[in-house]
């Protein structure tokens, strides 16, 4: 056998480069994007291997730990878990700060590789810069808190566990039923040392998404719960965009007259003007997608793992004879609240079970339920985007104004892309497909700073459009650096600053649960002088090299969205928003469940509990 002597990170950077991928016939590189910051602990051994295969494998440069990892994740979702980024750090606070980027992986189910170095095996030099030893156990670093967060995790300490490891870790960011990120310490004096390698560990590998099926016996007897249906409904979730069935969903919907709703994740699985599309549902969905639910016999989940956003915290389906049918790749999501369970890919599933089903067709009658009721959502959707004089603060805007106004600006594969905070809801509740796909709310985790890095890491996945990132003052104030990332690197990208003062939407969950405001409006965080603080949104921007405006009026947006499309490099507009009027917050018809005190000190917290826990009645304990 022909052996080639390598170091481990030669060996690494090597093995990563040889790995390929089908996208539609095409050969295209598994891992598109690499980030990195380097420090002692990653960048005289493998930084510099990843200087080498740069002619394949890109390396762009971040500003912060958690944010190029979090840049790496969504590259990763706009390629629609068919392409990785690499997210790479020195060891200690570096390899730390990623951890919040894998909790957003591991909760999103989707693919990431972090590498970061590690402490000495040898431990001669112990203790050494960033290394906080452990009293009982020596061989716990810092890189072990990504163990309960990753898919994957590996040390390694012999040259010999790389050809274990790394087919091992991108099987599982490959394969549907595991993908998530995955994690892989680099000691600093293993990274250089070199072992005889075979030469056809390095040979090119071409790599293909498993589209597990179903078994026949399984979609038989779903077809037997579905065909006594009178009401059967469709929930669309993420899974449905990762397997590449948007049209295999609007044709088994077609065929079988179900009406469809969408999760946070499952947003534009299906065009708006479907007549069989009865919107969002949840908490941050619609009256229409909530009423359907409410009144369905038989739910059909779809590559969802109905976290309590979408399920109102199970008081949805609030029909007790409700049957559940979960379509998913993973058998931990296709279980839940004793479903019937049909493991598989989600377009080879309802493929088959559509073949399964024949002719049969649900009701009509049904079906003019779901488009009356989406209509009803669709005119209340342009209230909301259309606000009448008085309803909002004078010279402030609402965030549903301001999704309106992209709604009907945004052109033919830009992508819309938003996290945390109230918009989320805002943009779930409100956005009208008029594209499938190009959607990106990071809400498993709902992690602030997420809207910024993510955009930078869309951006690189499509580059020849516009990518629009959504962003409230307070996420923008964690996490900002990749603006100056996206100027930097050239990737231009779209970002509108909603400011409205503070971390509005948890300080109208405070009021809303009896509590008075505090520490989350800046209102509520004066000096001792009393003077406000304000930060000039605009102007920071610029600093960082961004093109940057400041609204003045809503009515202005039409005008800076189209300088921004024509602009050559990142540009910011910032908007006022209302925080605290009725008509400034999107609203529907669902409960769900927050963690409120048993005794309460007066009465108006106790009115407010007893009416949240009137909504408990609706709620399935479980099944």
């Not at 022909?2 to 030669?10: D, F, G, W």
């Not at 040979?203 to 179903?214: C, F, L, M």
């Not at 065909?227 to 929930?235: N, T």
Request: hydrophobic residues 40%; aromatic residues 8%.
């Amino acid at each position: 056998m022909k052996t080639v002597r390598l170091t481990v990170a030669e060996a690494l950077a090597k093995y990563l480069a040889a790995q390929m991928i089908d996208i539609d016939g095409n050969k295209e590189q598994l891992f598109g994007a690499s980030f990195a910051i380097f420090g002692h602990g990653n960048v005289t051994c493998f930084g510099q291997q990843l200087k080498n295969i740069e002619d394949k494998i890109p390396t762009w440069r971040g500003q912060n730990e958690q944010s190029m990892a979090t840049a790496a994740i969504a590259y990763a979702k706009a390629n629609q878990r068919r392409r990785i980024g690499i997210a790479t750090s020195s060891i200690g606070p570096g390899a730390t700060n990623m951890v919040t980027a894998a909790g957003i992986a591991h909760t999103n189910r989707l693919p990431l590789l972090l590498i970061s170095g590690d402490a000495y095996v040898s431990r001669l030099p112990d203790p050494v810069l960033q290394q906080p030893e452990n009293f009982e156990d020596p061989s716990i670093t810092c890189n072990d808190t990504f163990k309960p967060l990753t898919r994957y995790w590996d040390r390694i300490v012999s040259p010999t566990q790389l050809m274990h490891t790394l087919p091992q870790a991108i099987d599982t960011m490959l394969d549907p039923a595991t993908c998530g990120p995955v994690f892989i310490g680099l000691p600093q004096d293993i990274q250089g040392v070199a072992y005889d390698y075979p030469e056809v560990f390095f040979a090119e590998k071409v790599h293909r998404i498993r589209r597990p099926e179903p078994e026949m016996v399984v979609l038989e007897e779903a077809m037997d719960i579905l065909v006594k249906a009178r009401r059967p409904l469709i929930i669309s979730g993420g899974g449905v965009h990762y397997s590449l069935a948007t049209d295999e969903l609007a044709a088994f919907a077609a065929k079988h007259n179900i009406p469809v709703v969408e999760t946070i994740a499952g947003r534009a699985t299906m065009l708006q003007d479907n007549p069989l599309n009865a919107g969002p549902i949840g908490v941050t969905g619609s009256n229409s997608a909530n009423y359907m639910a409410a009144h369905a016999d038989v739910v059909v989940a779809i590559g969802t793992r109905l976290q309590d956003f979408t399920t109102g915290s199970w008081s949805v389906f609030r029909n007790p004879e409700m049957r559940l049918i979960s379509i998913n790749v993973a058998r931990f999501d296709a279980v839940k609240h004793m479903s019937y369970p049909v493991l598989g890919d989600a377009r080879a599933c309802m493929t088959k079970l559509s073949g399964v089903l024949g002719d049969w067709r649900a009701d009509q009658e049904w079906a003019d339920t779901a488009k009356a009721q989406a209509d009803e959502w669709k005119a209340q959707v342009h209230k909301r985007t259309h606000p009448q004089e008085g309803e909002l603060l004078p010279g402030l805007t609402s965030y549903a104004q301001v999704i309106g106004k992209l709604n009907t600006s945004m052109e033919q594969g830009d992508t819309i892309l938003t996290a945390a905070g109230g918009l989320p809801a805002e943009l779930a509740m409100n956005w009208q497909n008029y594209q499938i796909g190009k959607f990106d709310i990071e809400f498993g985790f709902s992690c602030m700073g997420y809207e910024i890095a993510g955009g930078w890491g869309a951006k690189i996945a499509n580059p020849d459009n516009d990518v629009v990132v959504l962003v409230g003052d307070g996420s923008y104030l964690i996490q900002n650096s990749d603006i100056y990332s996206s100027v930097l690197t050239g990737h231009k990208m779209i970002v509108v600053v909603c400011d409205n003062g503070g971390f509005a939407v948890i300080n109208k969950l405070q009021n809303n649960t009896g509590n008075e405001s505090f520490n989350n409006l800046l209102s509520d965080c004066r000096r001792p002088d009393g003077e406000l603080a304000r930060v000039d949104f605009a102007k920071h921007a610029e600093a960082q090299g961004a093109i940057s405006e400041k609204l003045t009026s809503i009515d202005e947006f039409d005008a800076a969205f189209a300088r921004a499309k024509a602009a050559d490099r990142t540009y910011v507009i910032v908007v006022d928003v209302d925080p605290v009027s009725p008509a400034a917050w999107s609203k529907c018809d669902c409960w769900w469940e927050v963690g409120l005190p048993e005794v309460t000190r007066n009465e108006d917290t106790a009115r407010t509990v007893a009416e949240w826990e009137e909504g408990r009645r609706h709620q399935r304990p479980g099944v």
